[in-house]
């Protein structure tokens, strides 16, 4: 489907790929397929938290669709390339040549959902047991709960779960990083937590007159941020 024209006047013009959405259900995935008849072509979090793709698949907006789209891939165990990644369209296909693997999405008529125009969902290639998709960021988001819950998980720890769930082997420094995002963004990181003191030192000068509060800082340069010295706290006996 492409989009011609001003916001005003919008023309569409069809592929035969719009035709077919969400009619062929041959060769799918029988939970897949399932599940579908459970909750309609309206992409839901399968109750074993596992991510699918499937023909006539509508997601709220394009970001929602990546975000299943990489979860899949990483489960599933293969790599995928942007042949197409436009704003009307996105085109992606497995990393290994040959690989049938492929898929076709593009925004819904005049909205922002998106929806899955063409799938092909078998897949030749071996899974992978290293795979660049898995990134300290996307590791980040999914131990983020495990952090809240837990802030001393070990990062051998998280190299055991990983291979547990996903079957690949992700390099120490990239679940380092992956601990340290997830560890900072529950905190709001350093930098944030600091910016706060003066926030801090004035709530408790309100709320407990007579406190002696101090906080001291250090700057060498103007264009730079001054760094912390000194919390100074004295409440009044
Ligand atoms: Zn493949």
């Known amino acids: 489907m492409n989009l011609k024209g001003d916001d005003n006047s919008k023309v569409y013009e069809l592929n035969d790929d719009d035709w077919s959405v969400g009619s062929d259900s041959e060769g799918e ?10 909750v309609g072509n309206v ?3 399968r109750p074993d938290g596992k991510s699918y793709l499937c023909n006539g698949l509508i997601f709220d907006n394009v970001i929602n669709y990546r975000k299943v789209l990489l979860d899949y891939a990483i489960e599933e165990g293969f790599g995928y390339i942007r ?9 992606m296909h497995c990393a290994v040549e040959g690989c049938p693997w492929r898929i076709h999405a593009s925004p819904m008529l005049g909205g922002q959902n998106f929806q899955v125009k063409t799938y092909n969902e078998e897949y030749t290639c071996t899974k992978l047991t290293i795979n660049s998709l898995v990134t300290a960021e996307w590791l980040s988001l999914k131990f ?26 992700v390099k120490n420094s990239i679940l380092y990083r992956a601990k340290n995002k997830a560890l900072s963004r529950l905190c709001g990181g350093h930098d944030e937590s600091y910016s706060k003191l003066h926030k801090y030192r004035n709530i408790l000068r309100i709320k407990n007159p007579g406190t002696m509060v101090q906080v001291m800082a250090k700057r060498n340069d103007l264009s730079k941020n ?11 006996a």
Do not use: C, H
């Not at 995935?29 to 459970?38: C, L, S």
């Not at 983020?144 to 082997?169: C, P, T």
């Not at 001054?226 to 009044?236: A, H, K, V």
């Open 144 to 169: 983020k709960q495990e952090f809240k819950d837990n802030s001393n998980i070990y990062v051998a720890q998280m190299f055991a779960k990983v291979k547990l769930r996903y079957g690949v082997k």
């Open 226 to 236: 001054p760094t912390f010295q000194m919390f100074f706290l004295s409440f009044p």
């Open 43 to 45: 992409y839901m979090l």
């Open 83 to 91: 042949l197409k990644n436009e704003k009307d369209k996105i085109i």
């Open 29 to 38: 995935n029988p939970i897949v397929t399932m599940f579908r008849q459970m």
